[in-house]
Structures are given as structure tokens and as C-alpha cells.
């Protein structure tokens, strides 16, 4: 998958200040993209300024807090307000919360991982919408996990919060069917970051691929020479493929 043509385009990355949406970041501000991301820990967003600002264009960090975003509209004019112009989103953000029996999981904790995982992506998605239309190439790539399809004990609220998710993305990608709009699905697999060293502490993080053997999909997927449109690709059958 070709990662050429990603200099002088503007990507959005939502969970932009660590795990494979910082890696991710990194990557696409080296590649010459103009990379704007969200987050809401200020010394995380300050980080990650940094260390963009020293590996390409200026950053656009978007201090947001995707627990009380609920309203496209004050999002789509804070794009057009810091962005501008839009050519590829990458939906990354997620929490994992607390391991346990579908029917013991706290009230609380159901409703924060879909506000987060699912409703809060979708406002985002539709302020996006607009400026990715008007792009010559509009990508969105869509960061995902297995237990979406794959049922899991003890997942919980994540996997069914991530399976709207995919459906969500899965019904947009018919929706720009025929336009300049492409949007994937990516389950990551077994990822070295700090969400899955939470949900499982027993783990050894050396024996997991770090984020960086991602990003060849990514940026891929983000470049505007992708042709793919409402895939779900799993990460680690597509390493294998090109080993």
C-alpha cells in the first residue's frame, strides 16, 4: 500500500497524545502532512506539539474532551476555524474500561464508553464530513479491535461499543460509495500501548508488535491513493501477507 502523496495534506487524529495515534502522528508529520489531533491532557498535548513541530508542519491541537462532546455542529466550526481544510480523519480514540460480566458492568461505565467509543465519534465524523468532502481525496480510517466481531468474556461494553462503531463506519462507507471519500476499518491486533498493558496486566509488552508496525497500514489508508472503501482490515493477517 502506498504511502506516497501524504506531503502538503491536512489529517486529523483523534487520541492523538499517545499509543498508536502518537505514533501515528509522528509518522504523518514526517511524511510532510499537516497533522492536527485531539486530546485533553494539557501536558500530553504540549508533548506532542513538540515533538510534531520538530518533525514537520506546525500541529493543530484540538484540546477536546470526548467524554462531553455531543453536538457536530460547535465541532464542524471549530475545524473550520483551526483546520481549515480537511483531507483524511483517523477516528483512534477509544477507552477499554473495566474488564467484567456484560450484565455486572456499572451503569456509568456502559454509558462512558459508548459516549466515547461510539457517540462521540460519530459528532466528529459529521463535522468532519464537509471538509472531507471538499477534498480531492477525503480518508477516513477508522482504528478498531477484534473483539468487535470476534466475542470475547469480559469485554464487555468495549466490544459492543466498538461493534456500533464498526457499523457506524461500515454505513458511512455506503454512504460516500461513488464520491472522493474512502473510509476502512483497522483492527490493530495485539498492540503494544497503554490500553491493552490495562486490560491485561499479566502480559508481557515484549511479546506484543509495537505501534510503529502499524503505520505502514495507516498512513496508507490516510494517503490519497488508497482506493479502498468500507474494508475491515485485520492488521496482523496484512503484516503477514507482506512478510
Same mark, same amino acid.
Given at each position: 500500500? =502506498? ?14 497524545? *499517545?499509543?498508536?495515534?502518537?505514533? @501515528?502522528?509522528?509518522? @504523518? ?5 499537516? &497533522? ?7 501536558? %500530553?498535548? /504540549?508533548?506532542?506539539?513538540?515533538? $510534531?513541530?520538530? *518533525? ?22 471549530? $475545524?473550520?476555524?483551526?483546520?481549515? !481544510? ?12 473495566? *474488564? ?9 461505565? #456502559?454509558?462512558? @464508553? ?6 462521540? =465519534? ?16 477525503? !480518508?477516513? &480510517?477508522?482504528? =478498531?479491535?477484534?473483539? %468487535?466481531?470476534?466475542?470475547? +468474556?469480559?469485554?464487555? +461494553? ?12 461500515? @454505513? ?24 491493552? %498493558? %490495562? ?8 511479546? $506484543? ?28 493477517? #496484512?503484516? /503477514?501477507?507482506? =512478510?
Amino acid at each position: 500500500m =502506498s504511502v506516497e502523496g501524504l506531503a502538503g495534506r491536512t489529517v486529523l487524529v483523534t487520541g492523538g497524545t *499517545r499509543g498508536i495515534g502518537r505514533v @501515528l502522528c509522528e509518522a @504523518l508529520a514526517a511524511h510532510g502532512a499537516r &497533522v492536527a489531533f485531539t486530546g485533553r491532557d494539557p501536558a %500530553a498535548i /504540549a508533548d506532542t506539539e513538540a515533538a $510534531l513541530r520538530a *518533525r514537520g508542519p506546525e500541529p493543530v491541537a484540538l484540546p477536546l474532551d470526548l467524554e462531553a462532546v455531543d453536538d457536530a455542529a460547535p465541532i464542524a466550526a471549530l $475545524l473550520r476555524e483551526h483546520i481549515g !481544510r480537511l483531507d483524511a480523519l483517523v477516528l483512534n480514540a477509544a477507552i477499554g474500561g473495566v *474488564r467484567t460480566p456484560i450484565v455486572e458492568q456499572p451503569e456509568a461505565e #456502559w454509558r462512558r @464508553l459508548f459516549q466515547v467509543n461510539v457517540h462521540a =465519534s460519530r459528532v466528529l465524523l459529521a463535522a468532519a464530513h464537509p471538509l472531507l468532502a471538499a477534498s480531492d481525496a477525503g !480518508r477516513v &480510517v477508522c482504528v =478498531s479491535t477484534g473483539v %468487535a466481531r470476534r466475542r470475547k +468474556a469480559g469485554t464487555g +461494553a468495549y466490544a459492543v461499543s466498538k461493534a456500533a462503531f464498526d457499523m457506524m463506519a461500515g @454505513l458511512y462507507a455506503l454512504d460516500v460509495a461513488g464520491t472522493a471519500i474512502r473510509c476502512n476499518i483497522v483492527n490493530p491486533g495485539p498492540t503494544r500501548t497503554a490500553m491493552r %498493558a %490495562a486490560a491485561f496486566p499479566a502480559e508481557d509488552p515484549l511479546t $506484543l508488535k509495537p505501534p510503529e508496525a502499524l503505520l505502514p497500514l495507516l498512513l496508507g489508508l490516510c494517503a490519497p491513493h488508497c482506493v479502498l472503501n468500507g474494508e475491515t482490515i485485520d492488521a496482523d493477517d #496484512w503484516l /503477514a501477507q507482506r =512478510s
